[in-house]
């Protein structure tokens, strides 16, 4: 795509090259506005043509001269010149105007997905789990980023055709369910427990980790209630589901306002019976190593190294988080059938998947190189004004409010119809776009400042361009012309504009190979940009109407382009605020 133009130029250098054209194509790119060579639209890169060659090949700017030479100008390329090893061709200025914006207006939510960049793209079956908040504890803050990032994947990967799946695999078994029944045994009441579920098990969590590290006995009384429900006692997992059930109630409310949905809600007390399978095949592999202390590990150094050794059972024959994850991927391998899985977790867990891993493909499961970690880090400093944050929900609330108080001074806010629902989502849009700037491996310092600047590279900013363009079509109508005249967008602001939305699938591409969002943002903060410019000096009200219907033809592409990079994002625009 880039509108079929980034063909045209692979189909001429093709004849000359004597190369088939997809062995071109990704070495032809839009060039971004911000390098902008005499307007050239885009740019062929010598070097990459070139990779395989001999290392005593000719000066790479002798080469681009010599095959610009033999190039010729055509109805598509209007100029070509060269630049540092590169070669650049201009576009037709009334083809790319009409080509662009026909293109985005019939492919809709699909523009830039239909690239040739992705034609040899093979559909696979998806697995992504992420969120993973653990039960009986209230949500916090800090699943947040797998929650988003894990969105993000899942939406970038069903928008290029793959079938995915959805899993949020909750934290709903181990040693942390003892020390609750027992505390709750001993600390819990069953009005609170119904009124509030999450708030009341986390201070009984709270209460009983502090007693059983004072008291041995309540340590003793945790360890045998998790004992019983690794065996199935009734009375045990009764007290465990209702804890179970009660949370995900909560949760589900939470992804609700989130805007985020899961196929599966599944949890490491499935495998409680299928680990114990896990530990018996690992056996009778020769792989199970019992340690002095009566635990089960196995050992993926070969030689007794420490850091390669993974412990995958306790001293009481019980099953540890690994042992459930070893048992939940082997299950999903059979369910799904897979082509990838992806694990969405924080950095700190890298080296627990690696080993995991490690041992699926040491068991014989040669699909273990298909699964992936995907790691990012920590969010620091997210506090609300009562001090330090411990649940995503007092963040959403915290968010809500403020975008109401800022909202609260612009006139349109009084005619809202739910203007909490649209404080949600622009402090949601703020949000995302604030974690989603830099790399996902990196941890950054939050910043409420920052995150509801109205102006400057933020959610807030994008969540106004998209209502300022939806209220042009709103103002000055949608009877567009199917025809328009291109003449009528040749100022440079629009140019601009063109050539940006002519570099959407690159983008898409970029992002869909190194599963960064950030690209994505980037590319949306500019287009919002260029926008704000364009709105300030090509106006529509008092414009001749062949004039302002070309303009409003613009701003529509514009916005479209906007949403659906928006809704890759896990944002959901808003039309007014």
């Not at 540092?84 to 105007?97: A, P, V």
């Not at 003892?178 to 509030?196: C, D, P, R, V």
């Not at 018996?280 to 196995?298: F, P």
């Not at 909202?407 to 009084?414: D, E, G």
């Amino acid at each position: 795509m880039a509108c079929g133009f980034r063909r045209s130029i692979a189909c001429q250098l093709s004849r000359i090259l004597d190369l088939p054209p997809e062995n071109l194509i990704k070495s032809i790119s839009a060039v971004p506005i911000s390098r902008k060579e005499e307007l050239a639209d885009f740019q062929l890169s010598v070097d990459s043509l070139l990779e395989n060659s001999d290392h005593s090949r000719p000066d790479i700017q002798v080469q681009a001269i010599r095959l610009a030479e033999k190039l010729k100008c055509d109805t598509v390329v209007s100029e070509i010149s060269t630049g540092q090893g590169t070669i650049n061709f201009k576009i037709n200025r009334e083809l790319l105007t009409k080509t662009v914006l026909k293109q985005v207006m019939e492919d809709g939510s699909k523009y830039g997905l239909k690239s040739e960049l992705f034609s040899d793209l093979p559909q696979k079956k998806i697995v992504v789990e992420f969120s993973s908040p653990n039960i009986a504890k209230k949500f916090h803050v800090g699943h947040l980023r797998s929650t988003i990032i894990g969105n993000f994947i899942a939406n970038l990967k069903e928008a290029l055709g793959h079938q995915v799946t959805r899993i949020n695999y909750l934290g709903d078994w181990g040693m942390q369910f003892g020390l609750l029944g027992t505390g709750y045994q001993l600390f819990g009441y069953e009005e609170k427990l119904q009124s509030n579920p999450l708030q009341h098990l986390f201070e009984v969590y709270v209460q009983v980790n502090k007693e059983a590290t004072e008291d041995k006995s309540v340590a003793k009384s945790a360890h045998e209630f998790f004992q019983r429900l690794e065996l199935g006692d009734m009375q045990a997992l009764a007290l465990w589901q209702k804890f179970r059930d009660l949370s995900v109630e909560e949760y589900i409310r939470i992804y609700k306002r989130l805007g985020v949905h899961f196929d599966e809600y599944s949890g490491e007390s499935f495998y409680r019976e299928k680990s114990q399978e896990v530990l018996k095949l690992l056996d009778s592999k020769g792989l199970l190593q019992k340690t002095i202390k009566g635990t089960a590990v196995v050992d993926l150094s070969g030689n007794s190294d420490p850091s390669s050794i993974c412990t995958v059972m306790r001293s009481d024959g019980t099953s540890l988080y690994a042992t459930r994850d070893l048992a939940a991927a082997i299950d999903r391998m059979d369910k799904y059938n897979f082509d990838t899985m992806i694990y969405v977790t924080d950095k700190g867990q890298k080296r627990h998947f690696q080993q995991v891993f490690q041992i699926l493909q040491i068991m014989g499961y040669d699909w273990a190189k298909r699964c992936q970690h995907v790691p990012f880090g920590v969010v620091k400093g997210m506090k609300t004004r009562r001090g330090d944050v411990t649940f995503l929900e007092d963040v959403l609330n915290e968010i809500r409010l403020r975008m109401l108080q800022n909202m609260a001074s612009i006139k349109t806010t009084k005619e809202l119809e739910n203007p909490q629902e649209t404080a949600e989502r622009v402090g949601l849009a703020a949000l995302i776009i604030q974690d989603f700037r830099g790399l996902l491996l990196s941890d950054y310092q939050f910043s409420w400042d920052r995150v509801f600047q109205s102006r400057g590279d933020t959610g807030v900013f994008l969540q106004y361009t998209h209502a300022r363009l939806h209220s042009l079509e709103t103002t000055f109508g949608c009877g567009y012309l199917n025809d328009f005249n291109t003449a009528c967008l040749q100022e440079p602001q629009s140019v601009s504009i063109l050539q940006h939305l002519l570099r959407f699938d690159e983008v898409l591409y970029r992002s869909s190979e190194d599963i960064q969002p950030r690209h994505i943002v980037s590319y949306l903060l500019t287009l919002s940009h260029l926008a704000a410019v364009a709105h300030r000096t090509l106006p529509i009200k008092e414009s001749p109407p062949e004039v302002a219907g070309a303009r409003l033809h613009l701003f529509r592409a514009v916005r479209s382009v906007l949403a659906n990079g928006m809704k890759l994002l896990g944002i959901t625009p808003v039309c007014r605020m």
